[in-house]
């Protein structure tokens, strides 16, 4: 990347054309990998909203399509934050230095997704919701937020809210995800809502853990 001039803003990331599209591409393949197949939903999970509090659909475009091709160093970290690489492997992209990303640590990957042990003869069945809850689990991880609240998973004053923070706060987070997920194939299966309104809710989930 060529330094920026004495007196000049400095900016993170100014590199040849190429590189910046090279730099897109991988960006977008990794969206895709984290499961948002289209920005507008990307943009909403992942990156602060607008000013006028929209998803910032403009941003993810911009780099993904090399329509812009310099960033400030806080911009340009919260964009390998929200597509879940290292800043460091962004950087060495745009200097030439590799051609790949390096997917960020521990933090924004999900937790171990083996059911809980009273739970693993239903576990592919609950597949299904286990993965779109665990889904808005690493967004928030994403953000910074390792330990959401049941407001923050599922919206304030909802069934499933106030179950996770319930009985499910006394499990580890990997099986409050399972447990809330079992809880809505089972409402699920009664004809009701995907919520955990009807599940007949027990204490024997977490005296089984």
């Given at each position: ?121 239903r576990g592919e069945a609950d597949r299904p919701w286990f993965d779109e809850i665990n889904e808005r689990r690493v967004a928030l991880a ?11 998973m599922f919206g304030e004053g909802t069934d499933d809210a106030q179950l996770w923070d319930g009985i499910g706060g006394r499990l580890e ?37």
């Open positions: 990347m060529t330094p920026s001039p004495p007196g000049r803003k400095r900016y993170a990331a100014e590199a040849p054309p190429d590189r910046w599209q090279l730099l897109g591409e991988l960006l977008q393949a990794r969206r895709q990998e984290l499961g948002f197949k289209f920005r507008p939903a990307f943009a909403k999970e992942r990156l602060p909203p607008t000013p006028d509090g929209n998803p910032n659909v403009r941003l993810a475009a911009d780099v993904e399509k090399a329509y812009r091709r310099s960033y400030p160093p806080g911009t340009l970290r919260l964009l390998a934050r929200a597509y879940g690489v290292t800043y460091e492997s962004v950087e060495a992209v745009l200097r030439g230095d590799s051609g790949e990303l390096a997917p960020e640590a521990a933090a924004a990957r999900p937790p171990d997704d083996t059911p809980p042990p009273y739970l693993r003869a994403l953000r910074g937020i390792t330990a959401p609240s049941g407001a923050q987070i990997r099986d409050r995800v399972w447990f809330i997920a079992d809880l809505r194939r089972r409402a699920a299966g009664r004809g009701g809502n995907s919520g955990s309104s009807a599940a007949g809710l027990s204490r024997s989930y977490v005296a089984a853990g």
